[in-house]
């Protein structure tokens, strides 16, 4: 029965794929609703078939054609697989049922039916990447998703931005698969297998795996220091884009991460620490980076750097602690990773999809324009008030169970008896605790600042709801969010996890409810009906106007100044006076940068050490058709003994 869901699912994503490209120059939109209708049944089959498959014993073979020993197309799908195929369902659904009215925003029909044959095809890459079960379709979809994905970031191709965009993206995506065909060229060559599973390799060639996996998918996930693609590509793509790549491609690298790493080597402690760093560090600059972003999808992307941080330190802490022999620890450790990993897809998604239906109301991404929304726009706040609780990790939202399940295991870091790794994972500890305060307190800007006061432009005054399904789909999210948070305890006791200790968050709610029931009772009992209208206090100044607000930059500017070691924050201040003695002040303008320490001082100089290379071998290319072969001739012969050496 499941396999039967499973395929008919995949056939209604390549029905998806096809009818828009059939009728790609049809200007009616019938067709793209019937193609993402059938991307709605697709998903809601996957998601059932996923469900039937966790509760199976073990791996069930979908398919396998083998062209040769290397060549080999192969799937099957075990509890892992089946989790991912369930994420990236869920998420999709949603996305869809928002696309239904997003993508009519478009005024080319051809750009509009291609970008709904991308999404589809987008998607139906990803179920194949995690349901592989060999090196080489692993990779071959791999690269479909990530070209299906470069095209929808250019899908606005004719704005700088996007050009930017797309070419950070394509670079990183393809150094990405870079890294992976080098790991899976020496696991070939050391095992003579392409299938996926345990490798047992020696020490050195151990090493080199790692790094190259862990690169790989480090790349693909937005991991500090290979994280700049993400604030490029998020901005440019459509929103409903955005909600998949930051909701689920990003997260089909922790699947790859988990599969190749956890259950594929032996990890070393080392590994262990090395990916507990890497996400702290993500994590910590993540959220500062975000703090200082006044375009609304820059401040999410930065966001899902933080989280991605967040997943890796489960993933560390699962190693560390397997390797000091506390299993139970580690195992929470991973859980919560992997439970992080699907709230992150859920609130995310739900975060990047109302983003888009703000920008398409008030016209622009930058939430210093914006203000007042919440009047204009109430369903929509509300949804995005939901993803930013969420993400912010308070009660009762499922952001919150996931991150109190990794505080434990750090709280138990004492258990360990090396003293240099408890202090590293107290100080780690630390930066966590402090990261979850600058979440909830980026998100108090964003919120603030755009839905909150009143409107900062003329766009955000004419700003108005959004078509049903642009909200329907968010709520789908937000309903999920709130159903993973409130009913946590129960779902954990369901699935046997009885070791996780969680608290009871649908009995805190209701007492919440009956409290706040209690007091709506008394107030409408016996509060005074008698009621004034005022304006609020101005300082005397009797009309309120939107230069009386809190802005975006004044409220991120005290954090900024505090990380300024960190983040570089340069402050400029110009002041005009009445008088030479500079006593009486006039006017003046002030401004906070911080510059791009990543981009300035590690992408670019890397760049230019390509480009002075470049420059030396420009001669090479003379026009001559014999220099030509002979070129194609080195090169073969490089590569036949590069396999033969790895062989």
Same mark, same amino acid.
């Given at each position: ?92 659904? !949603? ?100 299938? @996926? ?25 937005? !991991? ?28 089909? !690298?922790?699947?790859?991460?988990? +599969? ?33 972003? /006044? ?7 930065? /966001?899902?750097?933080? *989280? ?35 709230? /992150? ?118 700003? !108005? ?75 005397? @100044?009797?009309?309120? *106007? ?7 930059? #004044? ?12 983040? #570089? ?5 110009? +002041? ?11 006017? #003046? ?45 080195? #090169? ?12």
């Amino acid at each position: 029965m499941e396999l039967v869901l499973f395929y008919s699912g995949v056939i209604a994503l390549l029905l998806g794929v096809c009818l828009p490209l059939f009728f790609v120059k049809t200007s009616g939109k019938f067709i793209r609703q019937v193609s993402l209708i059938f991307n709605l049944i697709a998903c809601v089959l996957l998601a059932v078939s996923s469900v039937i498959f966790l509760q199976l014993p073990t791996s069930s073979g979908l398919f396998s054609y083998a062209l040769s020993s290397l060549i080999s197309i192969s799937f099957s799908i075990d509890k892992l697989s089946a989790f991912f195929v369930l994420i990236i369902s869920i998420v999709s659904f !949603a996305v869809a049922i928002y696309s239904l009215s997003y993508v009519e925003h478009y005024a080319s029909a051809m750009k509009k039916n291609l970008l709904v044959s991308l999404m589809n095809l987008f998607v139906l890459s990803m179920v194949f990447v995690v349901v592989s079960s060999t090196m080489f379709s692993f990779l071959f979809f791999w690269e479909v998703m990530s070209l299906s994905s470069f095209f929808m970031v250019m899908f606005d191709f004719e704005k700088d931005e996007t050009k930017k965009a797309g070419l950070f993206y394509f670079i990183m995506t393809h150094l990405s698969t870079a890294f992976l065909m080098f790991a899976f060229l020496v696991l070939y060559g050391a095992t003579g297998s392409v299938s @996926i599973g345990k490798a047992s390799l020696d020490s050195t060639l151990s090493l080199l795996v790692f790094i190259s996996l862990f690169a790989g998918f480090a790349i693909k996930a937005g !991991a500090v220091p290979f994280h700049k693609w993400l604030p490029y590509a998020h901005p440019a793509s459509p929103s409903n884009i955005s909600a998949l790549m930051s909701g689920v491609m990003i997260k089909i !690298a922790i699947y790859g991460m988990v +599969r190749f790493i956890i259950f594929g080597l032996n990890p070393e402690l080392w590994w262990g620490v090395v990916i507990l760093g890497v996400g702290v560090i993500s994590a910590i600059l993540g959220v500062l980076y975000a703090i200082k972003e /006044h375009d609304i999808k820059g401040l999410l992307a930065y /966001h899902s750097i933080e *989280n991605i941080g967040i997943i890796l330190m489960g993933i560390g802490l699962y190693i560390i602690f397997n390797f000091y022999g506390s299993p139970v620890l580690a195992s929470v450790a991973l859980i919560a990773a992997l439970f992080h990993t699907l709230n /992150h897809a859920l609130f995310k998604s739900l975060l990047f999809l109302t983003a888009g239906s703000i920008v398409n109301a008030a016209g622009t991404r930058n939430i210093e324009e914006m203000g007042g929304l919440a009047k204009s726009m109430p369903f929509t706040s509300v949804l995005f008030l939901i993803g930013a609780i969420s993400i912010s990790a308070l009660p009762p939202f499922n952001g919150f169970v996931s991150e109190l399940m990794l505080f434990q295991v750090f709280l138990q870091s004492f258990v360990i008896s090396d003293k240099f790794m408890v202090v590293f994972l107290v100080a780690s500890l630390a930066i966590f605790a402090l990261t979850s305060a600058l979440a909830a307190a980026c998100f108090v800007k964003a919120f603030g600042t755009i839905f909150l006061g009143v409107p900062r432009s003329e766009e955000a005054a004419k700003a !108005a709801e959004v078509k049903w399904p642009m909200l329907a789909g968010p709520a789908v999210l937000a309903l999920f969010c709130a159903l993973l948070g409130v009913f946590s305890s129960q779902i954990f006791s369901f699935l046997g996890f009885s070791f996780v200790l969680l608290p009871d968050l649908f009995l805190a709610s209701v007492l919440l409810l009956v409290f706040f029931g209690l007091v709506a009772a008394f107030l409408f009992l016996f509060a005074s009906r008698k009621t004034r209208l005022g304006e609020t206090w101005g300082c005397g @100044i009797s009309s309120q *106007n939107s230069r009386m607000e809190y802005t975006s930059s #004044g409220f991120s500017e005290p954090l900024l100044t505090i990380f300024k070691p960190v983040l #570089g924050t340069k402050k400029s201040v110009e +002041r005009e006076f009445f008088d030479g003695q500079k006593s009486v002040f006039k006017s #003046g303008e002030a401004g906070i940068v911080v510059p791009d320490f990543f981009e300035n001082c590690v992408y670019m100089p890397i760049v230019g050490v390509f480009g002075f290379f470049s420059k030396c071998f420009a001669n090479m290319q003379n026009g001559n058709l014999n220099s030509y072969i002979a070129y194609v001739f080195v #090169g073969v012969i490089g590569l036949m003994l590069l396999v033969w050496w790895v062989m």
